[in-house]
């Protein structure tokens, strides 16, 4: 069946732009997680959904970052004003449930902020 | 805060040889213990995982051991094959019972692997 999406694969701004990040988790996953991967690290964990409500925020790195999930499935990441720090591999993840371990990873996005 | 260390940073081995990455982790209250294979332009995919009641679990060529007094857990691939080339991150996370519900995963910072013909 179909896996977690993500879009767009990779997307180039200039310092200052905002930028909104899609996430599609399998049909059926109540649970979504947001990770950043910065080149040479491992994930950092941002931001978690059970369905539309973010219990844990605790990872986003500024109030420049939001995220919100509708109708319990599409999930969107905006970065507003990008600093170039912000650049990395924002990955996404769902799962079954808010009691199931096993998380499923899409492929990514790519941010580079010029 | 939570920290899961990995060791090595790169590996370098043989087709055939066994290769080896190790985890140690900080939180006494984690229970489970998974690793990740992550190819080139792809997201992390779940190769195994163990939870803190057993201490070795194995599939095929793979095999995680956990070591829950000492705090670290290790993965191994035997008969290593061109295709095991990748980044490995190890994580831990505590029992979804004490964790509000959610699997919150807290990574290493990766293992490159490359398994040479």
């Known amino acids: 069946g179909a896996g977690v999406s993500q879009s767009p694969s990779n997307k180039v701004t200039e310092k200052g732009k905002d930028v909104e990040l899609r996430c599609d988790p399998i049909?059926?996953?109540?649970?979504l997680y947001w990770y950043r991967q910065s080149l040479g690290q491992g994930l950092e964990f941002l931001i978690y959904f059970q369905g539309n409500s973010a219990p844990d925020k605790s990872g986003l790195p500024s109030d420049r970052f939001s995220a919100e999930r509708t109708g319990g499935s599409v999930s969107t990441l905006t970065i507003q004003r990008t600093q170039q720090e912000d650049s990395a591999v924002y990955l996404c993840?769902?799962?079954?449930?808010?009691?199931?371990?096993?998380?499923?990873f899409g492929p990514g996005t790519r941010l580079t902020v010029t | 805060g939570e920290n899961v260390e990995q060791h090595p940073s790169t590996l370098s081995v043989q087709e055939g040889d066994s290769a080896v990455i190790k985890c140690t982790y900080s939180d006494s209250a984690s229970n489970y213990f998974p690793w990740y294979k992550q190819e080139l332009g792809k997201g992390p995919q779940l190769i195994i995982d163990i939870r803190s009641n057993v201490g070795e679990k194995k599939d095929q060529r793979i095999a995680v051991t956990l070591n829950k007094t000492a705090k670290h857990f290790s993965l191994h691939i035997t008969e290593t094959q061109p295709e095991d080339s990748a980044v490995y991150f190890c994580?831990?996370?505590?029992?979804?019972?004490?964790?509000?519900?959610?699997?919150?995963?807290?990574f290493g910072a990766g293992t490159r692997l490359a398994v040479h013909p």
């Open positions: 993840a769902s799962s079954l449930g808010y009691k199931d371990y096993e998380q499923y």
């Open positions: 994580a831990a996370s505590r029992d979804l019972k004490f964790s509000g519900g959610y699997n919150k995963l807290i």
């Open positions: 049909s059926g996953h109540t649970a």
